[in-house]
Structures are given as C-alpha cells and as structure tokens.
C-alpha cells in the first residue's frame, strides 16, 4: 500500500502533541496498516517535515518526498504524485488527529471500483460541515455544502478528510506540463460524485482536526488509538421509540419524531466516551404497508439532523423493516418473514458486531420494553430499562430483568459511564 501525506504551509503538523509530532502519530498508524510506501508534499519552506520522519528507515516504511515549487492547493499535488504513484492510494492531510484501519478503507475502494472513497462518519458539528448524499450502494450522490441552506432532511455523514484514491484520476493529470492550484473537495471529488465514481466509507474510528484542543487530550489519553477497528469496541446500544424520541402512535412522518428532551445531553456523553453509539430499533410499519422505507430513511434523517443540532450524533443505525404475522392489507409480502434481525433476536446487534468489530459483552443495550431487554440478554450485552418510555413495557417477555432500571437515558448513560 501505498499513502500520500499532504502538508500545508500553514499547518504545525511537526510540533509535539503527546509527546511526539503529529505527523509521525499518522505514519505509525499507516505502517500499522501496512502501508510500505508513504509519500510526503509539502511546500517551499517546510523543511522540518523532512527533518522529522527522514526516509522512513526508523518507523519500518520507505518515506520520500515532494516539494511543491508554489501553492498548489489540496488538488494540485495531484500532478506531482502522478509521476511517482502507479496503484491506487491512500490520501490524508497532515493537520489530523487518527488512528485507523487504512487496509479496510482501500479494500473498500477497490471493492467498489471506485475513483475516490471518502472516510466518512456524523460529526458533532453537523451544522458547520459539508455533507455527504449517499444511496443505498454508499455511492455518494451530492454534497450538501455548510455554507447553503439545507431544505431537506440529511443523514449526518460527513468528509474526515482521509480518502481513498484511484490511480484513473492521476491519469487526467498526465498530460499536464506544470501543476495547477486545484482544491479537491470543490474541483475533484464534487465532479466525480456527480460522475457516479465516488464513494463513501462509513466509519466510527477516531478523525478530528488537531486544532480542537479534546483532539490534542483525547490522544493523550489513548482514546484516539483504542477507537481503531482493528480492537475491539464497546457499544451503547439503544432503542428508538421512547429512548431517543418520545413515545407514542407510530411515526409515520418525519414531522412526528420529537426528540426527547436529554437524548442529544446523553448521546454527547456517549460521543465523547470510548462506547459507540447505535441505534437498534424495529419498524414493522414498513412490512405493514403504513410507510415505505424511503420515508423511514427521512424520519432517520430528521433524527439525525434534530441530533446534529444540539452537537450530538449516532454512530450508527440499524432497523428491522419485517413483522412476521401475514394477511393486512395494504401489506408489503415480501417483509412479512420470520427474519433473523427483529427483535429479540440479535441479528441487528450481530451486524453491527461485524461491522465495527465490537464486543458485545462489553455492551449495554439500553431500552424501554422487555423485549429490549430480552434483546441485549439473548446478546450477552448489560441490559437498562427506562421507565419515561412505553406505558406497557411488560406486553411481551416480562419475565426478561434488567441489569439497571432507570427514568431517562441521561441517567443512564451516567451509570454507565462511571462504573465502565
């Protein structure tokens, strides 16, 4: 494999931060990877980056450089790699905070034939980043730009920085006689999301600007390192309906979902923990007709978006759209099935297991009924119950107990967090 660091003039990717700079913290964690190649751009007047990683010799990698003979922007160092680059690569900027399985991402981007795969996860910050329209192929389809109104409900999905890319796109490079400034957000992967050719690569490891001062603290701590999906990860599972949003008659419409008022208090403990925060809710409305699944995906959006706006995000949601008792009208036949995923069984947890490599018995599934109770015991997870959410919690497994009985998720997440 093969990396391209991009180094901007501004950036002070060479001064310590927890002990070491910046800059070697991103090669350990690429060679990590297995990243044998690692190629460094940096411009005129930069010559402590060399002074910092040498030839790679000390931290088991080739490293080799490119000086920029004037501003050529995000884009522009581009025409340079072209000359050196043959295979697809890895690309980031060296002002990141992370620690991350890079061979996932370009196993990712290689599976997808894709021309650029963007490291893409919710962010805290909704309001002030660009976010990614992506379908249900991870194609990302348009990019909802910060600084334009957003009309429509969007999923909190946002660009990290870190990219993986096709050796296609250096070929329009080729035939250039000298560099360009060229920014790659606007002038690159806009263009090649609009060509269908890009992708995203939904993750939850640890990406943040090394200008927030919890970015500088969270590395010190080791909790930038243990978020790397090559370790194992503990997660705080939760029901939708009565845990994040109030309960009530089914919503069908994203003008139905309120928010309850200490779910975005709560998850922004969670985001700023070790512990994932997941989603894991049954929508049996979908199998019964009373909502397709694309408004199921705008009522998630809203979800998120309400979230975004109060600095507090999921990591993840997953929903069971099947309801197994046939003969309603209206009734969409092909979800009405027995499935492996509607709770209490567990396939949603299991996908989720796999997805971000978590330890389920390191977890807690936090709920409002015994059936999510008996969902997070049949897991193996610690199980919570909240008492401000269904009125009759008990109408199906009420012999399941929980480990912890609680008012709201606040308190929850409180216990849960000192005693972990």
Known sequence: MIALIQVRSETSSTELIAGKPLLIWQVESLVASGVAKIIVAFPRGREDVKACLGDGSAFHTSISYIEESRPVGTG???YYAAKFIKEDFLYLYDDLVLDIDFERLLKFHKKHHAIITAYASPVSNALEEDMLVVDSLDRVIN??????PREIFYENLACKGVY????YLLDTFDGLTAPMKIDFEQELFLPTAIAEGAYAYRGAEYIQNVAKEKAKEDLASGLVASRNVRRKQKAIFLDRDGVLNVFGDYVVHPDMLKLKEDAASALRRINESGYLAICITNQPIVARGKVSESVLHEIHWKLQDTLGEQGAY????FYCPHFPEKGEEGEVAELKIDCD???PKIGMLLAAAKKYNIDLSSSWFVGD??????????ANCRTVMLTSGDPNPAKKYPDAKADLICEGLEEAVEYILSNS
């Not at 999921?314 to 949601?317: S, T, V």
Request: charged share 25%; with cysteine.
């Open 369 to 378: 009924t015994c059936q999510d109770v008996q969902t997070g015991i049949n």
């Open 164 to 167: 993986a890319i096709s050796r």
């Open 76 to 78: 522009g160092v581009m």
């Open 314 to 317: 999921l990591d993840d949601l």
């Open 341 to 343: 995923c509607r709770k």
């Open 143 to 148: 990019v909802l730009e910060k600084s334009s």
